[in-house]
C-alpha cells in the first residue's frame, strides 16, 4: 500500500497544481523505486508527474529488480493516465522496452503555447535519449537560442512531466550533474542517471 498522501512531501512547482486550464484532473499514486509518484491528468493529456521529495530511491545492486506499480487511483484512471503509467512502469523495470511504447499526450498549459520553455521541453524529449546527457548550453543551441543557457535552466525548473520528460538528463557543462527538484531531488538525479548508465551497457 501507499503510505499517505497527506505524510508524503510532493515537489510542486510554481506553475503547477494551480490547474490554470481549469480541466477536471484525476490522479494516480505508483510506488516506484523513487518513493512515491503522483500522475495527474485529464481526459485529453497528462498534467503533472510528481515526485516525492524526501523519497529514498531503492539501493542498487547488480542484479537489481525493480517494481513500479500504482496503489492508489487505479479505478479513477483516464486512457491518458494509463498510458503513463505504463511507460513509468517500464522505465523502472524494462527500460529496454521504452522506445517502442507510445507517450501520453501532455495537456499542461506549458504545451498549448509556442513560447521557448515548450520549444526547450519538446527538443529535449526528441533529441536527448535514455543514457544520454545534455548539457544546458548545448540544450539551449539545439533549441535555437545559444545565448539563452538561463533560460533553459529555468524551463527545467518549470517540467510540469519529469521523468517523461527527461530534464534529469540536462548536466552542467563541466560534468556535474546539477540541481534537481531545486536542489532537494538531487539524490534522486544521480539514481536516475546511474540507472539509465547501468541499463544502456548491460542492452
Not at 519538446?122 to 540544450?139: A, I, M, N, P
Not at 529555468?154 to 556535474?176: D, E, F, T
Request: a neutral charge.
Amino acid at each position: 500500500m501507499c503510505e499517505s498522501t497527506m505524510e508524503a512531501r510532493w515537489h510542486e512547482k510554481s506553475v503547477q497544481m494551480k490547474n490554470p486550464s481549469q480541466c477536471e484532473l484525476t490522479r494516480v499514486t505508483l510506488r516506484s523505486p523513487l518513493g512515491q509518484i503522483q500522475v495527474s491528468g485529464c481526459e485529453s493529456g497528462v498534467h503533472y508527474i510528481q515526485l516525492q521529495e524526501d523519497g529514498a530511491p531503492a539501493e542498487r545492486t547488480e542484479a537489481a529488480s525493480y517494481a513500479c506499480c500504482v496503489c492508489e487511483g487505479q479505478e479513477e484512471t483516464t486512457a491518458q493516465l494509463r498510458r503513463c503509467t505504463d511507460w513509468l512502469r517500464a522505465y523502472f523495470c524494462e527500460p529496454w522496452t521504452i522506445e517502442t511504447l507510445p507517450l501520453p499526450a501532455f495537456h499542461h498549459p506549458v504545451f498549448q503555447k509556442a513560447t521557448f520553455t515548450s520549444r526547450v521541453l519538446q527538443t529535449l524529449l526528441r533529441d536527448v535519449k535514455f543514457g544520454e546527457t545534455v548539457s544546458y548550453k548545448h540544450l539551449a543551441e539545439m533549441a535555437g537560442n545559444s545565448r539563452a543557457v538561463r533560460a533553459v535552466g529555468g524551463a527545467m525548473r518549470r517540467n510540469p512531466i519529469p521523468l517523461v520528460i527527461p530534464c534529469h538528463r540536462v548536466i552542467s557543462a563541466s560534468g556535474q550533474s546539477g540541481n534537481y527538484m531545486g536542489g532537494k531531488g538531487n539524490h534522486l538525479k544521480e539514481w536516475l542517471l546511474t540507472h539509465e548508465q547501468q541499463n544502456v551497457l548491460t542492452r
